[in-house]
């Protein structure tokens, strides 16, 4: 399959920033992501009446540009660990032709060819930040009429949560809806987690230079969990000595975190080694004000969850209870005492993981919900996406991470580990009983 750019340019603010917002503060865990891209990619099959795609393409350029004045720190640079340069240097935006049919691309999904729909190469950790766009787009033209548009959206300063918000008001003003765009908010962040100008708290929490060599020759794979495989994994992850049944997330994540270690320890052949699920969780709603779906930044927190022993004989039920256990310490107090002395975050108080576990070489594992974040429903003017993939092929990054969506009828999940120890994971008869891999997209 042939995917071919046509046309490379910046789109730059409709209006220019005003010089009171020319410099605009990060906060604290702004500071800590990897410079690094979160990908995304939109399938939108040809629509009657037809539109041309120069008038689609005109459309999305015009559409995009307004919403840079909005986002108007998007449109800017990283000048060093504490600011934005917001200079209205704009957004990549490129234009590509694809020597295929959406539907053909989409049965099953083409997730080795993924990659060449987006503008970069996504999660790729990038030396030096100073220089990269906040946001690239790729509009892909298929030869029946469809479009698939592909974002990258740069981690310093927009995670899943302001990366939606970013999105919508984009597809709100192109679709001509202005009036139902909320108002993003750029101050709360920085204000109550002003930055850190000194680097000794990057260096204490391993963001530095030597992230590169964490980054492994990975694949990802895509697997479907329908609606009765759901309600299996609630039902098998089921207390019966609790009324709380485990929430869709909760069944989900902890049999992934189980099948992903062990695919892991089957390939290493050590067996000892415990295991680390870190989940990604998004502090606004736990904060409360100032925060807000609409406040803007890395409003992110890592729960690190350890088990000692994970065999072919963990109960769910036992890393659900981990698990809640340690969601349970996550509250305002603890982020106030972070915002109170921010060097707490490499401690015990944060991280709350047994002594001395660094030493025995933890398998971790991200977990990351995307669920509530509505990209499968965003409409530029011709109707919601068909589907919404994240990535695939191979290629140098983190590995051991998973990124759970929800779909029309149940969740899937997006599993990208070494290439040895995911074709392990494809020959797990247990895994497989519940999980469907990279089937069609279910409603074309």
């Given at each position: 399959m042939e995917i071919t750019i046509t046309s490379r340019e910046t789109i730059k603010p409709f209006l220019p920033t005003p010089n009171e917002n020319k410099f605009f503060q990060l906060c604290l865990f702004d500071q800590l992501q990897l410079v690094t891209y979160l990908?995304?990619?939109?399938?939108?099959?040809?629509?009657?009446?037809?539109?041309?795609?120069?008038?689609?393409?005109?459309?999305?350029?015009?559409?995009?540009?307004?919403?840079?004045?909005?986002?108007?720190?998007?449109?800017?640079?990283?000048?060093?660990?504490?600011?934005?340069?917001?200079?209205?240097e704009g957004a990549l935006y490129l234009e590509a032709k694809v020597n295929h049919n959406m539907i053909e691309f989409l049965t099953p999904?083409?997730?080795?060819?993924?990659?060449?729909?987006?503008?970069?190469?996504?999660?790729?950790?990038?030396?030096?930040?100073?220089?990269?766009?906040?946001?690239?787009?790729q509009v892909n033209m298929f030869n029946c009429g469809g479009i698939a548009i592909g974002t990258c959206n740069l981690h310093t300063l927009l995670d899943g949560c302001s990366g939606s918000l970013f999105q919508t008001t984009w597809a709100s003003i192109c679709r001509g809806s202005r009036e139902e765009t909320p108002s993003p908010d750029f101050t709360s962040a920085s204000s109550f987690f002003p930055p850190i100008n000194h680097l000794s708290l990057h260096d204490h929490v391993g963001q530095n230079n030597e992230d590169s060599k964490v980054?492994?020759?990975?694949?990802?794979?895509?697997?479907?969990?329908?609606?009765?495989?759901?309600?299996?994994l609630r039902a098998d992850a089921k207390d019966n000595e609790s009324s709380n049944s485990p929430t869709r997330y909760e069944a989900l994540a902890a049999f992934i975190w189980k099948h992903m270690t062990l695919a892991y320890k089957m390939e290493c052949g050590d067996s000892t080694r415990p295991a680390v699920a870190i989940h990604i969780v998004d502090m606004r709603r736990r904060m409360g004000e100032p925060f807000s779906k609409y406040t803007i930044g890395n409003i992110l927190w890592p729960v690190m969850v350890c088990c000692e022993t994970v065999n072919v004989d963990t109960d769910a039920r036992y890393l659900i209870s981990i698990a809640?256990?340690?969601?349970?310490?996550?509250?305002?107090?603890?982020?106030?005492?972070?915002?109170?002395?921010?060097?707490?975050?490499?401690?015990?108080?944060?991280?709350?993981?047994?002594?001395?576990?660094?030493?025995?070489?933890?398998?971790?594992t991200v977990l990351t919900s995307w669920c509530g974040l509505n990209?499968?429903?965003?409409?530029?003017?011709?109707?919601?996406?068909?589907?919404?993939?994240?990535?695939?092929?191979?290629?140098?990054?983190?590995?051991?991470?998973?990124?759970?969506m929800e779909t029309g009828e149940g969740m899937e999940a997006w599993l990208t580990m070494e290439i040895?120890?995911?074709?392990?994971?494809?020959?797990?008869?247990?895994?497989?009983?519940?999980?469907l891999p990279n089937p069609s997209v279910s409603h074309i």
């Amino acid at each position: 399959m042939e995917i071919t750019i046509t046309s490379r340019e910046t789109i730059k603010p409709f209006l220019p920033t005003p010089n009171e917002n020319k410099f605009f503060q990060l906060c604290l865990f702004d500071q800590l992501q990897l410079v690094t891209y979160l990908p995304m990619v939109l399938f939108y099959p040809k629509k009657e009446p037809f539109l041309e795609t120069s008038h689609i393409c005109a459309q999305l350029k015009r559409s995009l540009s307004e919403t840079l004045t909005i986002f108007y720190p998007i449109a800017g640079r990283r000048k060093n660990h504490t600011f934005i340069t917001c200079n209205d240097e704009g957004a990549l935006y490129l234009e590509a032709k694809v020597n295929h049919n959406m539907i053909e691309f989409l049965t099953p999904p083409k997730l080795e060819f993924l990659n060449k729909l987006l503008p970069c190469e996504p999660n790729k950790m990038h030396p030096n930040g100073e220089v990269l766009p906040q946001v690239l787009v790729q509009v892909n033209m298929f030869n029946c009429g469809g479009i698939a548009i592909g974002t990258c959206n740069l981690h310093t300063l927009l995670d899943g949560c302001s990366g939606s918000l970013f999105q919508t008001t984009w597809a709100s003003i192109c679709r001509g809806s202005r009036e139902e765009t909320p108002s993003p908010d750029f101050t709360s962040a920085s204000s109550f987690f002003p930055p850190i100008n000194h680097l000794s708290l990057h260096d204490h929490v391993g963001q530095n230079n030597e992230d590169s060599k964490v980054q492994k020759n990975c694949t990802t794979r895509r697997f479907v969990f329908d609606a009765q495989s759901i309600n299996t994994l609630r039902a098998d992850a089921k207390d019966n000595e609790s009324s709380n049944s485990p929430t869709r997330y909760e069944a989900l994540a902890a049999f992934i975190w189980k099948h992903m270690t062990l695919a892991y320890k089957m390939e290493c052949g050590d067996s000892t080694r415990p295991a680390v699920a870190i989940h990604i969780v998004d502090m606004r709603r736990r904060m409360g004000e100032p925060f807000s779906k609409y406040t803007i930044g890395n409003i992110l927190w890592p729960v690190m969850v350890c088990c000692e022993t994970v065999n072919v004989d963990t109960d769910a039920r036992y890393l659900i209870s981990i698990a809640r256990e340690k969601f349970g310490k996550l509250s305002r107090e603890l982020f106030l005492r972070v915002k109170s002395d921010p060097n707490i975050l490499g401690s015990n108080q944060c991280v709350d993981l047994p002594q001395g576990m660094e030493t025995r070489s933890p398998i971790p594992t991200v977990l990351t919900s995307w669920c509530g974040l509505n990209f499968s429903e965003l409409d530029f003017g011709w109707g919601k996406p068909l589907w919404a993939g994240v990535r695939g092929g191979d290629q140098e990054t983190l590995p051991n991470v998973a990124v759970i969506m929800e779909t029309g009828e149940g969740m899937e999940a997006w599993l990208t580990m070494e290439i040895q120890h995911i074709a392990k994971l494809e020959k797990n008869e247990e895994f497989l009983r519940l999980a469907l891999p990279n089937p069609s997209v279910s409603h074309i």
